[in-house]
Structure formats: structure tokens, C-alpha cells
């Protein structure tokens, strides 16, 4: 499941924290319009995508999802804060991050605190 993070103080930023099995459908109801009603109010957006010491695996269709909103968005988003003690998708966001035209930090779950504020600066 996908969860908004909430209080974050600046407006531009879409934060979210995943929970066990992430499904299409939290893209659907959750991830997807939260980002697209960020960007109806701002140009560029912030992203905070924390997997959860919980998480623990993500569906094919979520995994579609997560390309086409990152495909469909991509030029929108001015910073991504990557929180994460799960290898696999940190190697991969290391990876990709080379294609993300901003900047990409990833953070241990132990260093949420950090990514929120350099999220957010």
C-alpha cells in the first residue's frame, strides 16, 4: 500500500511511503493523482518515495505503473529523495537516476529525516 507522507512543509512536494505489497491499484487511487495534482498547481514537483521497513514487494502491474507515471512525468520533477534499505531498488534508482534530468539522492530508511529536509530546502 501507498500512503501520502503528511505535513510536509512546502506545497511542491509529493511524498509517499510504501507499506508491504504496493499494487497498480495504489498507483491508481493514490501515487498517480497525487503527483498529477501537484503539477496542477506547479510546474515542477518534489519527490519523497519512502519504502517502509515493511515493504516488502511490489506487483508487476505496480511496477508498470511506476514506468509510465515516471515516463509520462519525467521533465516535471525538479528534485527525487529515494528512502530505501531494499538493495534491489536502490541499485536500480542508481541506475535510472542517470536518465532523471534533476537531481536523484537515495537515503536508508534510517535517513527519512534527511531526505525530508533536503527534499524540501
Keep these: 500500500m501507498i500512503e501520502i507522507i503528511p505535513g510536509m512543509p512546502e506545497d511542491n512536494v509529493v511524498a509517499v511511503i510504501a507499506h508491504g505489497k504496493v499494487t497498480g491499484e495504489d498507483y491508481d487511487t ?3 493523482p497525487a503527483i498529477e495534482e501537484k503539477l496542477k498547481r506547479h510546474k515542477k514537483i518534489r519527490l519523497l518515495y519512502c519504502l517502509g521497513k515493511d515493504f516488502s514487494r511490489y506487483t508487476v502491474i505496480a511496477l508498470l505503473d511506476d ?3 515516471s515516463a509520462q512525468h ?3 520533477f525538479e528534485k527525487m529523495a529515494i528512502v530505501t534499505d ?3 531498488v536502490t541499485e536500480a534508482a542508481r541506475f535510472f537516476g542517470f536518465f532523471i534530468p534533476c537531481p536523484v539522492k ?3 530508511n534510517d535517513g527519512l ?3 525530508k ?3 524540501t530546502e
Design 74 to 76: 519525467l521533465a516535471a
Design 67 to 69: 514506468a509510465k507515471v
Design 30 to 32: 493514490v501515487f498517480t
Design 86 to 88: 531494499v538493495h534491489w
Design 106 to 108: 537515495i537515503y536508508g
Design 113 to 115: 529525516s534527511e531526505a
Design 117 to 119: 529536509e533536503w527534499v
